[in-house]
Structure formats: C-alpha cells, structure tokens
C-alpha cells in the first residue's frame, strides 16, 4: 500500500492543473470548432473521473485511519483502566 500512495502521491494536483489548462484551452476555442471542442470535452471527462476516483480512494484512506484511530484510543482506555489503583468505596 506504502508504494501506491508514494505513486499517487501528486496526482490529485496534476489533475487539477490539467483541468485548468483545458478549461483554458476551452475558453480559447472557436465556437465553430466542433471537433476541437468534442475532444476537449473527452479530456474534460476524462480528467473529471480520474478525480473522482482519487475522491473516492482518499474517502477510503480517511475511513480506515479513522477505524484506526477509534481503535487506538479504546486501546488506551483499557491499558490506563489496567493501571488505576482501586477506589475505596
């Protein structure tokens, strides 16, 4: 997993910027180039799913370091309970 994220790591930002330079590209078009704007609006998509498979992998990043964190942290508990003296009562 460890060389996956060193993979992707950048590539949210590199798509951002490709989506900035076709937005730009777009903008710059005629209106008459039909053909123009059909394969810019591929890249679009193209661009805009590649995005949203990036959203959805760190959703399951931020779902597994939260299972993990709960994990943690009730870890703690039971480790400080193990340690405290006995109350009189």
Known sequence: MADLKKERLGE???LLKK???LRLRAAAAGKDDRKQL???MDDIETVRRKL???CAQLEEEFRVAEVRV???NTYARVAQTGR???RDH
């Open 19 to 21: 989506l900035r330079r």
């Open 38 to 40: 059909l394969a810019l």
């Open 70 to 72: 709960t994990a943690l």
């Open 84 to 86: 405290r003296p006995p």
């Open 52 to 54: 949203l498979r990036e």
């Open 12 to 14: 949210g930002e590199a």
